[in-house]
């Protein structure tokens, strides 16, 4: 079958966020064909050129969303009131309050306590459908006048949006923080709405674009889920999308310096147009639990959601996974970028108490420093390392050295991430915050046991086959790490257990796999309804044989295939084909 | 709402975790830790302290939620505070921001920045080039005089260039193509026009266009010179209308009011450069040793910086129309002129001719920049009011 991956700021960029995983993706999936649809996030990254594509990306488009350039269409009377009534519309919804919370209302059910809050929870309900409907039409509205008038960009700069928008915040009933909003608020957020929307001005979603894939894949959500939006309600084409880190969250913890008033009309935006994507998605597949739980409360509904995770490639690790021999029964590592979030700190003060007990045993921290922030944290945890632990030699005529060393991947010492995580008995994680700890996920991979803190993904990556422990707490990180260092039994234990846990859970293969399962369900479940025209245009019965409803190739069929518009299918005449062209038709 | 939360108490986290049995005991013995610290009687009250920069600011519960993830708080944590996870704990502490005492949020002007010096100098280049260049037409005969003008009006060609491409009087976007050969028409009709309409109405031109006054063919070089020095006060009002109008913006609470702020604002910017702008052409004309030609050069100089003030603020379909219309009405002029010299053609010289008799050549570029410089007048002062024209130089995403 024939796959859109649709990535905003990622693959096929060599800088990209997801780049890694879409390019196993792609390569793991060599029996269907890749579209890549890409949106690129600055000039310095459209600078930096793509990755070796793979055979089986058959074409690749991409468009800037930093640079929109106004296409010089003026609207006439009919168009103009068109765009007004759908701006005015999503103005409306914006101002009339924040994102819908559809997740909460079926987790009530499970929760006695919640039902004194359910009954009005259902009468926000009603209101709330309606205004998700409401957004959806003003959105596909707009999509619409793109696709046939152009000229959006410059329509969303005008002064027709920034008046709409003035009359949504004043309207009675708008929030209070909309209703605050001043003249320059208005145009930001006039401004970023353009931004958000230039997806709709693109020229994807013809049959000769994403109208000719079975499948978009949307490697992230917000604005790389949105061609994959209009791209189903245009053509009917099922949307999976896939979010290692939750947009609407990211959009929250990036926009802090507006006004209020901006930032609650961006919020609602960024949080309706994320219940709009999870309610139109045939699948959702969070990357980890915490992503899951973000998208139940943004409105995803539970049925759709798939974790998988994500996949890493356990080859480098094999050897060290397999030679538990070869770790220094004394030694403690810690692997991954020095950031002020990772507490090392902590590390410290918990290796302080375990060297007073255990006086031989050594501390090594690899990794290199994330930004300026970083450096001076290294710089600080160094001196306090210099501070705690005074340098010790095996005997008199010995040169001493500290116990805790700080060490960089390519070192003499640590040539490979590998050998770093081969060296310890024991790996520590002291994070405060975190996402999904992939160091964690390495160190499981080489069979090594781990003693962690209790933050992000921790626990669920580390099952039971580590100890974890709450963070901010060097006491109980000590103590842990002190229980493992005198019992390698039970270290070896955890550390097979650890690296069959891994192996099963987060490699590649399980990766590719589960995405062609999804892929697979996808397709049989929702298949993209196409009818074939004759030469005359007019519907050819029986073109499509029963054998195309199995899941597999059947993209090099020699017939036009042409889509139809979406759920209303069958209602309607034919709709008039555009011609496909000569190449794809040949194929 | 807070009590709503208290009743959520028996919610256990969905984990097993370190605090699996505080949930359900009261809060009294909810500290089995081996330290008990401060226990505060109102946790959540505290976290809130803790995080009041987020409280604050957030907009809405999930903007609290991912703040206190990002502060590593899990939902074995907001177990802690008795709440199932971090968005009903989010949801009590946002519910529980006093909001009627907020302080609407002030905006702060923008810092007005000073006319630059780089681009003072820029926009004098024109003005100093073109008197050097009617200085040096005035001086030379003969063949050095023909390279002066030509090495002369390049160089006011560059000059030009360098001060409209740059500073307060660059252009967002290049207007449609045409734009600035119907500019140049415009400029060499001021300096040319008048001279060769009196001779084509006389019959000739016999002779290549002269600076003497008294010459069949006159070059006029008052509008030209004028034009050229008076970019300098041109570029510092647009300036202070853009700078002016940005700090409105910033103040104005409703589009309407910004617009009937705006407004008199560009009056007074456009009523100010005419002025110096009448105030400049004597002064040059003594210079030059020719007579003021007043109302062409007021109606060119205003057509033209209104053209442009629109063009800076990114309106540039409605000046390029203005300006080739003006253009092609004074091409026709002088056509019609010539055109009558054809057999039985004599009529079509008729308006042209009674316009000349009646109140001199000046007429033709008077009547078409007159009227171009009205119509662009009436566009810009329903244009430039809007909010959306001060925008992109306003936001930057």
Redesign the interface.
């Known amino acids: 079958m024939r796959i859109g991956i649709l990535t905003e700021g990622g693959y096929p960029y060599v800088s990209g966020d997801a780049s890694p995983w879409c390019d196993r993706l792609v390569r793991g999936l060599a029996q269907h064909e890749f579209d890549v649809y890409a949106l690129s996030r600055s000039e310095r990254h459209e600078d930096e050129g793509w990755l070796p594509l793979p055979s089986q990306v058959r074409r690749v488009r991409t468009a800037p969303l930093w640079a929109a350039e106004d296409d010089g269409v ?1 609207y006439g009377r009919r168009a103009r009131r068109r765009f007004a009534e759908c701006y005015g519309e999503l103005a409306a919804v914006l101002c009339a309050g ?2 819908p919370e559809g997740g ?1 209302l079926s987790e009530g059910s499970d ?4 039902r ?2 359910a009954s009005s929870a259902t009468a926000v309900d009603e209101p709330s459908a309606t205004l998700a409907d409401r957004f959806a039409s003003a959105l596909y509205g707009l999509a619409e006048l793109a696709r046939e008038e152009g000229g959006l960009v410059g329509a969303l ?3 027709t ?3 709409a928008l ?1 009359r949504a915040c ?1 309207a009675p009933g708008a929030l ?2 909309a209703h ?1 909003a ?3 608020d ?3 957020v ?3 709405l ?2 958000a929307l230039r997806p709709l001005s693109l020229d994807w979603y013809e049959d000769d674009g994403l109208g000719s894939v079975d499948l978009c894949h949307a490697a992230s959500g917000g604005a790389a889920a949105l061609p994959g939006l209009l791209a189903r309600h245009f053509t009917g084409v099922p949307l999976l999308v896939t979010e290692y880190g939750v947009r ?2 990211t959009h ?2 990036a926009a ?1 310096d507006s ?3 901006v ?2 009309l961006l ?1 609602a935006f960024h ?1 309706r147009l994320a219940a709009e994507i999870y309610r139109q998605a045939a699948y959702i597949t969070p990357g980890n639990a ?1 992503a899951r ?1 973000w998208q139940e ?1 943004c409105g995803a509904d539970r049925t759709k959601l798939r974790t998988v995770y994500p996949g890493m490639d356990a080859g480098p690790f094999a050897e060290v996974g397999e030679s538990p021999e070869r770790a220094a029964p004394d030694t403690l590592v810690w692997v991954g970028r020095v950031e002020p ?1 990772k507490d090392l700190i902590s590390l410290l003060h918990a290796f302080a108490e375990i060297h007073k007990d255990e006086p031989g045993t050594r501390l090594r921290i690899v990794g290199a420093p994330a930004g300026p922030e970083g450096t001076a944290y290294l710089t600080h945890c160094k001196a306090l390392a210099a501070q705690l632990f005074p340098d010790e030699a095996d005997g008199p005529h010995a040169v001493g050295d500290n116990p805790v060393s700080f060490e960089e991947i390519g070192g003499p010492e640590t040539p490979t991430l590998a050998d770093a995580y081969a060296s310890g008995a024991v790996i520590v994680l002291s ?3 975190e996402g999904f700890p992939i160091s964690l996920a390495e160190a499981m991979f080489c069979g090594r046991a781990t003693v962690s803190t ?3 993904a921790v ?1 669920e990556v580390i099952g039971g086959t580590g100890l974890v422990v ?3 707490n060097p006491r109980a990180l000590a103590e842990a790490c002190m229980a493992l260092l005198r019992d390698p039994e039970r270290r070896e234990r955890l550390g097979a257990a650890a690296r069959a846990r891994a192996l099963e859970l987060f490699t590649v293969e399980q990766n590719v796999a589960a995405f062609h399962g999804i892929y697979l369900e996808i397709v049989s479940h929702c298949p993209v309804r196409r009818a074939v025209l004759d030469d005359t245009g007019d519907p050819l019965p029986f073109a499509v044989p029963a054998e195309a409803h199995v899941p597999g190739r059947w993209t090099a069929a020699a017939s036009r295939m042409v889509a139809r518009g979406g759920p209303g299918w069958a209602a309607g005449p034919p709709v008039p084909a555009t011609r496909v062209p000569a190449a794809e038709a040949a194929r | 709402m807070t009590d709503v939360h208290q009743r959520d108490l028996p919610g256990a986290p969905s984990s097993p975790g370190a605090w699996d049995g505080v949930t359900t005991e009261p809060p009294a013995d909810s500290a089995p830790q081996r330290t008990p610290r401060r226990g505060p009687a109102d946790p959540v009250k505290a976290l809130m302290h803790r995080h009041r920069d987020l409280c604050e600011r957030a907009v809405d519960p999930l903007e609290i939620a991912a703040g206190l993830e990002a502060h590593g708080i899990t939902d074995r944590t907001a177990a802690r505070f008795r709440h199932k996870d971090v968005f009903s704990l989010a949801e009590e502490m946002y519910a529980r921001i006093p909001h009627d005492n907020d302080t609407p949020h002030t905006p702060t002007p923008p810092t007005t920045s000073r006319p630059h010096t780089t681009w003072l100098l820029r926009t004098l280049l024109p003005g100093t080039t073109c008197a050097a260049t009617v200085a040096a037409l005035h001086l030379t005969h003969g063949r050095p005089r023909l390279l002066a003008a030509t090495a002369g009006t390049l160089a006011v060609t560059l000059s030009l260039r360098a001060a409209l491409t740059r500073g307060p009087l660059s252009a967002q976007r290049s207007g449609p193509p045409g734009t600035l050969i119907w500019t140049c028409w415009l400029l060499a009709y001021a300096a040319l026009g008048d001279g060769l309409l009196m001779a084509a109405a006389s019959g000739g031109p016999e002779a290549l266009p002269t600076t003497a006054p008294n010459a069949p063919w006159p070059l006029t070089t008052a509008p030209l010179l004028t034009l050229t020095i008076s970019c300098a006060p041109a570029a510092w009002l647009a300036h202070h209308f853009a700078t002016r109008a940005r700090n409105k913006l910033t103040t104005s609470r409703a589009l309407e009011d910004f617009a009937t702020s705006v407004r008199p604002l560009l009056l007074g910017t456009v009523g100010l450069f005419l002025a110096t702008v009448a105030a400049l052409l004597p002064l040059t004309a003594v210079l030059v040793d020719e007579p003021a030609p007043y109302p062409q050069t007021l109606t060119l100089t205003a057509h033209l910086f209104l053209a442009r003030l629109l063009a800076i603020h990114g309106f540039t379909h409605a000046p390029a129309v203005i300006l080739t219309a003006t253009a092609t009405a004074q091409a026709t002029a002088l056509v019609t002129l010539f055109a009558a010299r054809l057999p039985h053609c004599a009529f079509l010289a008729t308006p042209v001719e009674t316009l000349i008799d009646t109140w001199g050549p000046g007429t033709i570029p008077t009547l078409t920049c007159g009227t171009a410089a009205l119509a662009l007048l009436i566009h810009a002062t329903r244009k430039l009011p809007r909010a959306s024209a001060h925008a992109r130089t306003a936001t930057r995403w």
């Open positions: 003026a924040v994102a909460r929760e006695s306590s919640a004194a809050g700069r005008s002064e949006a920034v008046r003035e004043r209070r923080t605050e001043r003249v320059p208005l145009l930001t006039a401004a970023h353009e931004h609407l969250r929250y913890l802090t006004s209020p008033a930032r609650s919020a949080g915490h739980r409360r979030a994070s405060v915050v209790d933050v992000g626990v709450p963070p901010r």
